[in-house]
């Protein structure tokens, strides 16, 4: 399914459940039942690193930070 990958940016639990669907001996359903997760966050969890390690285009997790920190900025009044 998908090969290893180097999850940096990743929590110690978070990169093991990442790593646990990408490796496809197990499927995301079984591998969110396991750690009691909701399949949806695993989901969402698996997209994202495939992102962040440039295998899928989209905002990886840093470039999500800085546009939420941006528009934080924004929403600021100024004085």
């Known amino acids: ?3 290893p ?3 940096p940016s990743l929590s110690g ?4 459940v990442v790593e646990l669907c990408r ?3 197990r499927s995301v359903g079984q ?7 909701t399949e949806t ?5 698996v997209k994202q690193a495939i992102v962040d ?3 899928r285009d989209a905002l990886t997790s840093d470039e999500r930070e800085e546009v ?3 528009r934080r900025e924004n929403r600021r009044p100024t004085a």
Not at 13 to 16: A, D, H, I, S, T
Not at 31 to 37: P, T, Y
Not at 41 to 45: I, S
Request: no cysteine; proline share 0%; glycine share 12%.
């Open 23 to 25: 490796r496809g001996d």
């Open 31 to 37: 591998v969110a039942k396991d750690f009691d997760l």
């Open 68 to 70: 939420a920190r941006l």
């Open 1 to 3: 399914m998908f090969g």
């Open 13 to 16: 639990v978070l990169r093991g």
């Open 41 to 45: 966050a695993v989901r969402d969890w």
């Open 53 to 55: 390690v440039g295998e």
């Open 5 to 7: 990958v180097d999850l």
